[in-house]
């Protein structure tokens, strides 16, 4: 391989393997595994990048890629994954939202990073890819391989399990910072 091709792979690679990794491992829910499907992911989009049709993004179609070999390896694997129990969701107070507004950057991110931690697979991708990745829910759709429609109501629910996702000892520490 010359060297501006290795360049060019590496610079894919340091672009596009964190946000791989995040989506890998809240799906598979663990680092070696979630690791090596980011690895196999690069792999398949090399090795079928003669099928990229560029009628969306790279990275639309690089995370379709991540998203659907975790999948796969959950589905091999069996493993399952537990849902958050909605009673306890009902049961706490919401967080006002003014009030994070008005939190330093550093605490909004490390409490919005526990709270993300706390969602499920789906819920946890539509939002990152939305809000991180400002990807539409057009382009959303094509990596997970749900209707446009149904990813507002999923990105609607993941927004209120996030807030609700915040354990009452990160509310109390709210508290202490307004």
Do not use: C
């Amino acid at each position: 391989m010359n060297p501006d091709k290795r360049e060019h792979y590496a610079s894919i690679i340091d672009q596009y393997k964190d946000l791989a990794y995040s989506i890998a491992f809240k799906i598979i829910k663990n680092e070696q595994d979630a690791e090596e499907i980011v690895q196999d992911s690069f792999i398949k989009a090399f090795q079928n990048f003669h099928k990229f049709r560029n009628d969306s993004k790279f990275s639309t179609w690089f995370y379709r890629i991540v998203f659907n070999t975790a999948i796969s390896t959950t589905r091999k694997n069996r493993i399952q994954t537990t849902g958050i129990n909605e009673e306890l969701i009902d049961s706490r107070e919401s967080v006002d939202t003014n009030a994070i507004q008005n939190l330093n950057q550093l605490d909004r991110k490390r409490i919005i990073k526990k709270g993300m931690e706390k969602l499920d697979a789906l819920d946890f991708t539509v939002i990152t890819l939305f809000y991180y990745e400002s990807k539409s829910l057009k382009e959303i759709g094509v990596i997970t391989g749900n209707d446009r429609n149904y990813l507002k109501v999923i990105l609607q629910r993941a927004r209120r399990k996030l807030l609700n996702a915040l354990n009452d000892s990160d509310k109390l520490e709210l508290k202490k910072l307004l």
